[in-house]
């Protein structure tokens, strides 16, 4: 089966590039992203491929790296996204940028991209948080320390709040009640229970 394809580009489109392989030219759809990051036309390029095959049509799938690619299969485990939907939500957003709002469970800046409502924002996170291992050529970055309250934050993003919001709120409510003896005593799942209740008034205001 194809891994890549090594070859001339005789032309690029919105969402589609033509790759010549000695005398052969290939019909290859691509998010805009890879787009901007292949050579110019005329030039030399190496196009990661995915083939889809079915009964009524043959189509390939192109990326500009193999951590591309693997994004775009991680993508179709979503379910309700398709490869179209796939090649749309990689047109509007780079692998970093999707990588990162994915890691910090920001269902509002998931759902503002194209191609991606709240409902699969959600499942997006659902699917997909914490599991990703594109395996990348992408430069590795500094993870950020997760809050001993994420499941609260993301529960609250979750309902729409802006990640950063939520943050903002939960952390002013843990110094409020830290000070307060009869929370220090409450268990884990207790405490949970006690931020989120009063982070959505605050959030509400």
């Not at 990689?90 to 409502?117: F, H, Q, R, T, Y």
């Not at 529960?155 to 990640?163: A, E, H, Q, V």
């Not at 220090?184 to 931020?195: G, N, S, V, W």
Request: glycine letters at 6%; aromatic letters at 6%; proline letters at 4%.
């Amino acid at each position: 089966m194809f891994n890549s394809l090594t070859g001339i580009i005789t032309g690029k489109y919105p969402q589609k590039v033509f790759l010549d392989t000695h005398g052969i030219e290939w019909d290859i759809n691509v998010p805009d992203k890879t787009l901007d990051a292949l050579p110019a036309t005329g030039e030399k390029a190496r196009v990661f491929i995915w083939m889809q095959h079915t009964d009524a049509l043959m189509l390939l799938y192109g990326f500009s790296s193999d951590s591309e690619r693997n994004l775009f299969l991680s993508l179709l485990k979503v379910d309700g996204i398709g490869p179209k939907a796939a090649l749309k939500i990689m047109s509007n957003v780079s692998v970093d940028d999707l990588l990162a709002i994915l890691e910090n469970g920001d269902v509002s800046a998931l759902s503002k991209i194209p191609g991606v409502g709240k409902k699969t924002a959600s499942k997006m996170l659902l699917s997909l948080k914490g599991k990703l291992n594109l395996d990348n050529d992408l430069p590795a970055k500094a993870s950020k320390k997760a809050s001993p309250y994420e499941d609260v934050i993301v529960s609250l993003s979750s309902m729409g709040y802006d990640r950063r919001d939520c943050e903002a709120a939960l952390n002013n409510l843990v110094k409020e009640l830290e000070k307060d003896p009869a929370f220090a005593k409450l268990l884990p799942t207790q405490k949970e229970d006690t931020l989120f209740r009063r982070a959505i008034v605050e959030l509400a205001k």
